[in-house]
């Protein structure tokens, strides 16, 4: 019997910790998936964050990183710059990324180090229970803005991908979406992409994934998808930012 | 081979260079910028790594990452930036990576100033970083001898896959003195680093570096592991020099630029009719307790005397476990003392004993 589907070998067979519905799992597919197809899977070492995803490092079926809260692009080019010639990505969420490690994310990005920045941003923080994330939406309730979210005390949500298309050393930049298969297929097409140009050594890549958390969201899975279009794109729009386009030697 | 004259921060490039550093990350701050401006050309016309990073943060972040890649790696900084590492120290040790931090005290608290001090022994033995875990400390107290140490530091860091910190002062990091830069290292059995990060082409399965262990009982098994390992390097590694402890009446405790000065007490102590010994720990963490074994049980005090104003006077007292009477004097704020000042300390000892 010919197989259909299976399980990607990118993959470790642990069984995922994320919760019902989260979408992490079908951003763990398409890296897993995308690593294999191009042969990475030896060469390869990931920086697993702190956040939901910092349990990472036992699903990807390669050489692994714990880092430290923020600091995954700090940690990705110290051994980047040891190991050029080997893979390397960091899996981050909107709290590690755009809130405490904003800093180590940008000067990463603009000295142009050749690796790939895989951005899950759910509007939330999702490990330590449903807090205010710096990609909040406005007027979103969460466990520290009962209230929702205030422009006047938080701010507007903060557009990553925006501010790193003003970055010379980006070679690569999308945000995409996993809610529907085709949205599914372009993130996986922007993935692959941007692991391409590293392995072209290109300089920095990055994909937003527009992420669900129903549980911290409060929301049932599948309408959580629904939120996410009506809500997160408007403000986050999917978007190509940045693509140095064909590749010359 | 002639000996060289070489600046004090310049010579911990360059022994960095021959003890086998691979890369090196860091940020400026004054009195190290030395050792980043040398290593920014050396390292570059040697085809190896040079990082500027962003933030002493990110700096020891970045040797985190490349330290689990199985390098030799190294940052250096001084004592703003090295409390800036701490959180990052902490996950090296907890990860079991190997690596070279060179501390280069300044004066404080908060920015404090920019002379010399030995104010953050603390910060070095004791660290501010999470969780039961230690760095193994030397304080030298030459620049031949910061040479003799940071050239041998790498292989002791991945003997016990461990960090190793250097710590000196501005003192030793802005002066010049003749050096020999070949003499050689002992010698140590060095595993293979199969646990690195370095892509599984080149080791079997999946190699991971963490310092995270949710299940309590295996964190404590891990913490374990550490303590047992810890118990080896205080075995191992203490190092420490004796001076004229046979007819000693007094014995001062320094290291670093502070037992320089104390050498200095010592001769005019002996004009004028007072035997005064040496303790110099070389290693502060591990702490060497066993010094105090070699003091004449008849001596009529031990005198700590440090930049600071009494941080290793805490290992003194509990390695002297109240056996004698101890004194302390000691300048602060990048305030060096006179070698009058040590004598006059010792002259008046009695009124300045702690217990």
Request: hydrophobic share 40%; glycine share 10%; proline share 5%.
């Amino acid at each position: 019997m010919a197989v259909k589907y299976q399980k990607s070998a990118g993959l470790t067979d642990n069984a995922l910790t994320y919760c019902p519905g989260c979408t992490h799992g079908i951003v763990h597919k398409l890296v897993g998936e995308c690593l294999v197809e191009l042969g990475l899977l030896p060469d390869t070492i990931g920086i697993a964050s702190v956040g939901c995803s910092v349990f990472s490092y036992d699903f990807f079926n390669c050489d692994m990183q714990q880092a430290p809260h923020g600091r995954a692009c700090a940690v990705a080019t110290g051994i980047k710059r040891v190991l050029p010639d080997n893979i390397i990505f960091t899996y981050q969420g909107d709290g590690d990324l755009a809130s405490i490690g904003i800093a180590e994310t940008i000067h990463a990005a603009n000295r142009g180090e050749n690796i790939t920045v895989i951005f899950v941003n759910n509007a939330i923080y999702g490990m330590t229970g449903g807090q205010m994330a710096p990609t909040s939406l406005i007027g979103q309730k969460t466990t520290t803005s009962p209230f929702g979210r205030v422009l006047q005390q938080h701010g507007s949500p903060i557009k990553v991908s925006e501010m790193f298309a003003t970055i010379d050393g980006v070679a690569y930049l999308e945000r995409v979406t996993v809610t529907t298969p085709k949205h599914i297929r372009n993130a996986k097409k922007a993935i692959k992409k941007a692991f391409q140009y590293q392995q072209e050594k290109r300089g920095f890549t990055m994909v937003e994934i527009l992420s669900t958390c129903p549980v911290n969201w409060g929301i049932k899975p599948v309408d959580s998808l629904k939120w996410l279009e009506e809500h997160m794109i408007p403000v986050f729009p999917l978007k190509l930012f940045k693509d140095t386009g064909e590749f010359h030697e | 081979m002639p000996k060289v004259l070489m600046k004090g921060n310049e010579a911990i490039g360059l022994a960095a260079v021959l003890g086998g550093c691979d890369a090196f990350y860091g940020y400026p701050i004054t009195p190290q910028n030395e050792i980043p401006e040398y290593l920014s050309k050396y390292m570059i016309e040697h085809n190896k790594v040079f990082v500027q990073a962003e933030s002493e943060v990110a700096a020891i972040n970045m040797v985190y990452g490349a330290a689990g890649a199985g390098k030799r790696v190294m940052t250096s900084s001084s004592s703003p930036g090295i409390a800036l590492k701490q959180e990052g120290i902490s996950y090296i040790t907890g990860a079991e990576l190997p690596c070279l931090i060179v501390s280069v005290m300044r004066g404080g608290p908060g920015l404090g100033g920019i002379q010399p001090s030995q104010a953050d022994y603390y910060q070095a033995t004791r660290g501010g970083g999470n969780g039961d875990y230690h760095v193994i400390v030397f304080a030298p107290e030459t620049i031949q001898e910061t040479i003799d140490i940071i050239k041998e530091s790498f292989d002791i860091a991945d003997y016990y896959r461990n960090p190793v910190m250097v710590l000196v002062d501005g003192l030793l990091g802005q002066m010049m003195e003749s050096v020999d830069l070949n003499k050689p290292i002992k010698k140590r059995f060095l595993p293979p680093k199969d646990w690195a990060t370095n892509g599984m082409k080149n080791h079997s399965g999946r190699n991971v570096v963490s310092s995270l262990n949710i299940d309590p009982q295996k964190l404590e098994n891990h913490n374990l592991k550490l303590q047992a390992k810890y118990q080896n390097v205080i075995k191992n590694e203490t190092r420490f020099e004796c001076i004229n402890m046979e007819k000693a009446e007094y014995v001062i405790v320094a290291y670093g630029t502070m037992s320089r000065i104390v050498r200095s007490a010592l001769e005019v102590l002996k004009e004028k009719g007072i035997n005064v010994g040496l303790i110099r720990p070389i290693s502060l963490w591990p702490f060497p307790k066993e010094a105090f074994k070699q003091i004449p049980s008849n001596i009529k005090g031990i005198l700590c005397t440090e930049m600071s104003l009494g941080q290793m006077l805490d290992d003194v007292l509990i390695a002297n476990n109240g056996k004698h009477p101890v004194g302390f004097f000691g300048r602060t704020g990048g305030m060096i003392p006179e070698v009058e000042e040590v004598v006059r300390a010792i002259e008046r000892f009695q009124e300045t004993v702690v217990k």
